[in-house]
């Protein structure tokens, strides 16, 4: 019989409380189930923080595949919202690992965590479908007020751009006369030269010679 690999989520709002009493719990758990410890992770950090580097470490372990089972004392020390767990919940149920948790006895293992399951993503995926129908909303509803949609567009002499190039000047000097990004010089040059025909870039210094000797005179 191959026993499960298990990883253990504990946290606690600050640096003075103490982790213990819920590995201990968790770790009984474990025993009970016949589950092998791989890791544990532990945040001494409030629960309404985005960023915690214990809950970071799992979630990036469980996309690895390197437990199949995750034990945590409660709903609450997993995440920071209703949304948060619904989302942590949906991610391990992509990833076919199962989630338990000691105090609301949940266990995704068992035909009842199952159907807790289906709910969750369910919900997880009406909660994708309602943003993706409000920025769609209000994308339609700036279209219709005449509002931007999107970056601005970048408004340069092209042709000046070009000159400058083929005239050896380099992308970051370029940026610096025309206040844009080196990205956005790079990309206006290879534009030019695409739309010029073969041999076009000696033609097209050799006009803009004969155009600025034309201006001097």
Do not use: C
Not at 63 to 91: G, I, T, Y
Not at 143 to 167: C, M, N, T, W, Y
Not at 172 to 199: M, Q, W, Y
């Amino acid at each position: 019989m191959i026993m499960k690999k298990a990883a253990l989520y504990a946290r606690v709002s600050t640096f003075e409380q103490n982790a213990d009493m819920q590995l201990i719990e968790l770790r009984e758990l474990a025993a009970r189930r016949g589950l092998i410890i791989v890791n544990e992770y532990v945040d001494h950090i409030s629960g309404s923080r985005a960023k915690r580097p214990g809950l970071n470490q799992m979630l990036i372990a469980a996309s690895h595949r390197e437990f199949d089972v995750l034990l945590v004392w409660a709903a609450d020390r997993l995440a920071r919202s209703v949304r948060h767990f619904l989302e942590v919940l949906d991610e391990m149920q992509r990833l076919e690992i199962e989630f338990i948790s000691l105090r609301e006895n949940i266990d995704t293992g068992g035909p009842l965590g199952r159907a807790v399951m289906v709910i969750v993503g369910a919900v997880a995926e009406l909660e994708r479908n309602l943003i993706v129908e409000r920025v769609k909303s209000g994308m339609r509803r700036a279209k219709l007020e005449g509002r931007h949609i999107g970056r601005k567009p970048l408004v340069v002499d092209r042709a000046s751009i070009f000159q400058h190039h083929i005239h050896g000047q380099s992308l970051k000097d370029i940026s610096r006369t025309f206040h844009i990004s080196r990205t956005s010089v790079a990309r206006i040059i290879r534009a030019e030269k695409n739309a010029l025909p073969k041999g076009g870039v000696q033609m097209r210094l050799e006009e803009l010679e004969n155009t600025t000797s034309q201006n001097a005179a």
